[in-house]
């Protein structure tokens, strides 16, 4: 693991990705059958499924959240790192909606980034939750029309060649793959000129795996660290002709496969994957180690949970806060599990404005 390198450098963590504004609201399961969702799933709308947004705002009492996976997860780092640590791109449209996303990001002390298109509205998301599972319908709007232009402009890919950690949401092989390669291959070159940098992938929801298998097979040797979950997990195993029945062997075996893919360049440590499993224990595959290892998570009262949208990105944010910081591997699923833990007990994907937790 690296040294604490947040302790001297400004903006070292870089994310990308596709920004969103949350329309969070607690439905039953007819409105889930009446749009063709899981309890527990993430899909990009379809034209049938467009309607979704202004049938939840018209049928129930709904909570506007500022959201996209890496931009929660850059927040959630940020909680725990000094200072104008994180910065973010993706894209907005010129509206009301890009101005919530820069507020929240503005509190919480990330640096955005965002290229605009005045011509398309601001992406937004449909969290329907039923209990303490979380649906999401997705209208990319605007985030769908990034372009590597803007990365590739000075002002962006100084930023990109400034920082020392890069995280990469797998929603973005959806937008723009090629972008996502440059910045892995930025990487790549400059572990090759001595430069110690890390890339991270999450793989985001279980239709990155099945639908855009090739663009993520070109990112995934670049990785150093991948996140997933056990469906996002099992649907990689299913893409990729492993095993993936039983969840209680095939989830640590999908981890062990990722961790042993080939590295696209040389690196100080091995790859390390890092699958959730709610309520149940994290696994941590090592390439190199047959041996998964398993954190339990310390279980938040079911009385003082609010709702799970935003846990695994929370989770993302306190795990790489604490590798950024030079913390090893137990440590950092602690800090993962920390925050993901206060994000429940919290609506949406927010975070409090100050911590006594200590990576």
């Not at 329309?23 to 990009?44: E, M, P």
């Not at 209208?139 to 002002?155: E, K, M, T």
Request: aromatic letters at 8%.
């Amino acid at each position: 693991m690296p040294s604490d390198a947040a302790a001297n450098e400004e903006f070292i963590l870089f994310g990308m990705e596709n920004p969103l504004l949350d329309i969070s609201a607690h439905v039953d399961a007819a409105f889930l059958a009446k749009y063709g969702l899981d309890a527990n799933n993430a899909v990009l709308a379809s034209d049938a499924q467009k309607p979704i947004y202004d049938d939840l705002v018209a049928s129930y009492k709904v909570e506007y959240v500022a959201g996209g996976a890496a931009q929660n997860t850059l927040r959630g780092a940020q909680h725990f790192l000094p200072k104008n640590s994180t910065v973010y791109v993706g894209c907005v449209g010129d509206d009301d909606s890009a101005k919530i996303l820069r507020a929240a990001a503005e509190k919480d002390g990330l640096r955005t980034e965002y290229m605009v298109d005045s011509t398309t509205p601001t992406g937004r998301c449909a969290v329907c939750i039923t209990g303490h599972f979380r649906s999401l319908c997705t209208d990319l709007q605007a985030a769908n029309n990034y372009s590597i232009a803007h990365l590739r402009q000075p002002s962006t890919w100084a930023l990109v060649e400034a920082a020392r950690f890069y995280y990469i949401g797998g929603y973005f092989l959806t937008v723009s793959p090629d972008s996502a390669l440059a910045v892995a291959e930025h990487v790549h070159a400059s572990r090759a000129a001595g430069a110690g940098k890390t890339f991270m992938l999450n793989l985001s929801a279980p239709f990155i795996p099945q639908f855009f298998k090739d663009p993520l097979a070109k990112l995934l040797p670049h990785a150093d660290v991948v996140f997933g979950n056990e469906a996002e997990a099992l649907a990689y195993a299913a893409a990729n002709g492993l095993p993936h029945a039983d969840p209680a062997t095939d989830v640590p075996a999908a981890a062990r496969a990722i961790a042993a893919l080939p590295r696209a360049h040389l690196a100080a440590s091995p790859r390390v994957v890092v699958i959730t499993q709610g309520r149940d224990p994290t696994l941590v595959a090592v390439a190199g180690n047959d041996k998964v290892l398993s954190f339990p998570v310390s279980a938040v009262p079911e009385e003082q949970i609010v709702d799970t949208n935003g846990a695994g990105d929370a989770f993302c944010g306190g795990f790489i806060a604490a590798l950024v910081r030079g913390r090893p591997v137990d440590a950092c699923v602690h800090a993962g599990q920390h925050l993901a833990a206060v994000v429940i007990q919290r609506s949406g994907p927010t975070y409090p404005a100050t911590t006594d937790f200590v990576i």
